[in-house]
């Protein structure tokens, strides 16, 4: 494709393919967000990342050939054969996050399998990150399998669990015993709502040590799925006793990230062919060659 | 950021040296009843010496357990070991070698296939323990004990913890001076108790060569690691892993001065002609936990994928003869204990945090990767404060995953790969700012 000195017809895109959802956004030459897409189908569903990467090229009005060069993230990077490089999803979330808001200094993201808190520097690098170091505990994946316990819509959970005002301790992070005392603090009489209340006071009680290893700074940005429920961002800015800021689509973040990333190396790679293309124009006169395709890039999408 | 493209560690060949002691210890041993040896299991720390002067065999159990493990034997002997209740949250080493002694006494059962290894520990005729750091090992011992119907003569050492109390610190003060005096004291009381269970005077002429040995071998191994410490290293954690068996359950085993001394003079040579431990060496790690033995090559590998030498380890660097100089020959028990004491798994906090801040810098490392054992936890004890003070104290970043010693199954392989890329996208950011 040729590209506009505008950079409005040249796109990238970054695509996160997650342990419970498939995201994908498209930014411009501008690094303006053109589109975004979330599916969710199953555990690191390659069919959920192939429909929001369709989706958000259909809200773009592209098709893939448009897309100059992608970069993955999330579990399932690794999959994606149309992306010229993949990235962590720390690194994704550290730059999508600064992007949003460039003051930001500490991230904390809690996706399906994974929670983690970055550190990033104003350039939207990691400057130091802490992860959980295996289980699911404190996570998405906790997240559902309690509200299944529960018999409540995932979507519910954070605006019920504020309805509580009791002090429900929730003492396991394993999702496995957490369902079983879940089970028992039913059975005990207490209520759903009370339940989920002692469900975010226990995660934001876990995510407050991983804060400690990287050491909080303010602003604070909470990204991931995580980030759409409020029950469990009321609990976690009480317990850390910062205010949080929420973007608008939390759940893209990593995406956006790796899109910027993409925009990152595209035009990296764009300036270089340019400037062999100036170096060879100033070694040898221009000659005629009609196939010739030195005008397009044709960027390594493998 | 992370590449994209395997490539592979550059190990040392002397290496493989030690598979031929690791044979030869491993005849002579399922023969030893058959030539008349009496066999002694012990767990802990290396003391095979002690029973090498009075010409008995000697099993380690944690070294037995790796070595099933590094043959992929190690499934049906945990498998069995938790079929007859022991928690598949036990240590691995322990449930390896529980399931390997009950073959040998129980008999194999029909739906298990054990490979040949795990089948063929001798029973003992004595246990030693000489755990540091460690409430397991004891019980596990106690537990071979009751395997074998209590009738085995048992002879526990106790390693105390060397805490740091009123300003001791490693290797001075009252505390550690103390300490030695105690592990001494039992050492002799060790002594009396395998003259009696081999029914002959303890040899103190062979024992004194032994630990000349152990003194040479311990020497050399440290030299070489410590040639390490050039950039780009000449070898690996990975290498040295390798080389524990020559200092821990093969100690003063014939022909472990000739093979170290073969490992220092390729590193050496290594050194001398630029050749690296990975092929284009941009990270310097250290590894903190236990080694994780059915995974050696796959990590190395992985690390090398990411031009990353991972240079030195507490597991490594912090036991087996790292001390050899304390060893008098003459009088060894003194240099045992100190080497014993001073080991990776029985410092306190203060101690452990200084002894690692020193070895980040001598090996110039820019950050560190957490293991931390599922069945091992008193070696991950202090992994998250460790984690935090390093990176106050001395900028160094870090990431950690669970993994285990020998049960494979507590591994996620994509875990461990997004928070190793993710430490080495960290390391390429903080290199990008200068």
């Given at each position: 494709m040729t590209s506009k000195?505008?950079?409005?017809?040249?796109?990238?895109?970054?695509?996160?393919?997650?342990?419970?959802?498939?995201?994908?956004?498209?930014?411009?030459?501008?690094?303006?967000?053109?589109?975004?897409?979330?599916?969710?189908?199953?555990?690191?569903?390659?069919?959920?990342?192939m429909m929001a990467i369709d989706e958000a090229l259909e809200k773009a009005g592209l098709v893939l050939d448009d897309i100059a060069y992608t970069v993955s993230t999330g579990y399932g990077r690794k999959r994606l054969e149309i992306a010229g490089k993949n990235l962590t999803e720390i690194s994704c979330h550290a730059k999508g996050a600064n992007y949003l808001y460039p003051e930001v200094k500490?991230?904390?993201?809690?996706?399906?399998?994974?929670?983690?808190?970055?550190?990033?520097?104003?350039?939207?690098?990691?400057?130091?990150?802490?992860?959980?170091?295996?289980?699911?505990?404190?996570?998405?994946?906790?997240?559902?399998?309690?509200?299944?316990?529960?018999?409540?819509?995932?979507?519910?959970?954070?605006?019920?669990?504020?309805?509580?005002?009791?002090?429900?301790?929730?003492?396991?992070?394993?999702?496995?015993?957490?369902?079983?005392?879940?089970?028992?603090?039913?059975?005990?009489?207490?209520?759903?709502?009370?339940?989920l209340s002692g469900m975010h006071k226990a995660i934001s009680g876990r995510m407050k040590g991983l804060v400690g290893r990287v050491g909080m700074q303010s602003p604070v940005m909470m990204t991931g799925g995580g980030a759409k429920n409020i029950g469990l961002v009321k609990?976690?800015?009480?317990?850390?006793?910062?205010?949080?800021?929420?973007?608008?689509?939390?759940?893209?973040?990593?995406?956006?990230?790796?899109?910027?990333?993409?925009?990152?190396?595209?035009?990296?790679i764009r300036k270089k062919v340019e400037e062999e293309q100036d170096l060879d124009k100033s070694r040898a006169p221009a000659k005629d060659c009609g196939s010739c395709s030195v005008q397009n890039y044709q960027l390594n999408k493998n | 950021m992370a590449v994209q493209e395997a490539k592979r560690a550059n190990r040392l060949k002397s290496g493989k040296l030690v598979n031929k002691l690791v044979n030869e210890y491993w005849e002579d041993l399922i023969n030893a009843k058959k030539t008349g040896k009496k066999v002694v299991y012990t767990t802990g720390l290396p003391i095979g010496p002690f029973m090498a002067a009075q010409d008995m065999?000697?099993?380690?159990?944690?070294?037995?357990?790796?070595?099933?493990?590094?043959?992929?034997?190690?499934?049906?002997?945990?498998?069995?070991?938790?079929?007859?209740?022991?928690?598949?949250e036990l240590c691995s080493y322990a449930r390896t070698q529980m399931g390997c002694a009950m073959f040998a006494e129980l008999g194999v059962p029909d739906d298990l296939n054990p490979g040949p290894i795990a089948t063929e520990i001798p029973a003992p005729d004595a246990i030693v323990t000489c755990y540091p750091g460690c409430s397991t090992g004891p019980q596990?011992?106690?537990?071979?004990?009751?395997?074998?119907?209590?009738?085995?003569?048992w002879f526990n050492v106790v390693i105390p913890y060397h805490m740091g109390r009123n300003g001791s610190t490693y290797m001075k003060g009252e505390e550690f001076e103390e300490n030695v005096k105690y592990v001494v004291r039992q050492f002799e009381d060790l002594i009396k108790f395998l003259e009696v269970v081999s029914g002959k005077p303890f040899n103190w002429d062979k024992f004194q060569e032994l630990m000349g040995?152990?003194?040479?071998?311990?020497?050399?191994?440290?030299?070489?690691?410590?040639?390490?410490?050039?950039?780009?290293?000449?070898?690996?954690?990975?290498?040295?892993?390798?080389?524990?068996?020559?200092?821990?359950?093969l100690t003063a085993w014939p022909g472990t001065v000739e093979a170290m001394q073969a490992v220092k003079d390729e590193v050496q040579e290594r050194l001398d002609n630029g050749v690296s431990a990975v092929p284009n060496e941009k990270y310097r790690i250290f590894w903190e936990g236990i080694m994780n033995w059915n995974k050696l090559g796959w990590m190395a590998?992985?690390?090398?994928?990411?031009?990353?030498?991972?240079?030195?380890?507490?597991?490594?660097?912090?036991?087996?003869?790292?001390?050899?100089?304390?060893?008098?020959?003459?009088?060894?028990?003194?240099?045992?204990?100190?080497?014993?004491?001073?080991?990776?798994?029985?410092?306190?906090?203060?101690?452990?945090?200084?002894?690692?801040?020193?070895?980040?810098?001598?090996?110039?490392?820019?950050?560190?990767?957490?293991?931390?054992?599922?069945?091992?936890?008193?070696?991950?004890?202090?992994?998250?404060?460790?984690?935090?003070?390093?990176?106050?104290?001395?900028?160094?970043?870090?990431?950690?995953?669970?993994?285990?010693?020998?049960?494979?199954?507590?591994?996620?392989?994509?875990?461990?790969?997004?928070?190793?890329?993710?430490?080495?996208?960290?390391?390429?950011?903080?290199?990008?700012?200068?």
């Open positions: 000195s505008d950079g409005s017809s040249f796109y990238t895109m970054g695509v996160d393919s997650g342990s419970l959802t498939g995201k994908a956004v498209i930014i411009d030459g501008n690094r303006r967000i053109v589109s975004h897409s979330v599916k969710q189908l199953g555990f690191v569903s390659q069919k959920a990342v500490t991230v904390i993201d809690i996706g399906g399998q994974d929670s983690k808190v970055i550190a990033v520097d104003p350039s939207g690098n990691i400057k130091n990150f802490a992860m959980n170091d295996k289980c699911a505990a404190g996570t998405g994946q906790f997240l559902e399998v309690l509200a299944r316990a529960l018999d409540v819509e995932l979507t519910e959970i954070g605006e019920l669990s504020l309805q509580s005002d009791a002090d429900i301790k929730i003492s396991s992070m394993c999702t496995t015993f957490a369902e079983s005392e879940v089970i028992s603090l039913v059975a005990e009489g207490h209520s759903t709502v009370d339940i609990a976690l800015e009480k317990t850390l006793g910062v205010s949080i800021f929420i973007p608008e689509e939390p759940q893209i973040i990593g995406a956006l990230g790796a899109a910027l990333f993409a925009n990152d190396f595209a035009t990296g | 065999a000697w099993i380690h159990g944690e070294g037995y357990g790796a070595r099933v493990a590094a043959r992929h034997e190690e499934k049906e002997p945990q498998t069995f070991a938790e079929n007859k209740g022991f928690n598949r596990w011992d106690w537990a071979i004990e009751r395997v074998f119907g209590k009738k085995i003569p040995v152990t003194k040479k071998v311990g020497k050399l191994r440290m030299e070489a690691m410590e040639l390490c410490k050039a950039k780009p290293a000449p070898a690996s954690f990975f290498d040295w892993s390798i080389q524990i068996a020559p200092v821990n359950y590998d992985k690390f090398a994928s990411y031009d990353a030498t991972v240079v030195a380890g507490r597991y490594t660097h912090m036991a087996f003869w790292h001390e050899p100089d304390t060893i008098d020959p003459e009088h060894p028990l003194r240099g045992i204990a100190i080497n014993h004491l001073e080991c990776q798994l029985n410092l306190g906090y203060p101690i452990t945090e200084e002894r690692m801040m020193t070895l980040s810098k001598d090996y110039s490392i820019d950050g560190i990767v957490f293991h931390g054992a599922r069945t091992c936890r008193s070696f991950s004890r202090s992994h998250f404060l460790l984690a935090e003070n390093l990176n106050k104290k001395m900028g160094i970043q870090s990431t950690s995953f669970e993994g285990d010693m020998v049960d494979d199954s507590f591994y996620k392989e994509e875990l461990v790969n997004t928070r190793i890329e993710a430490l080495i996208e960290s390391l390429e950011a903080q290199k990008s700012r200068g």
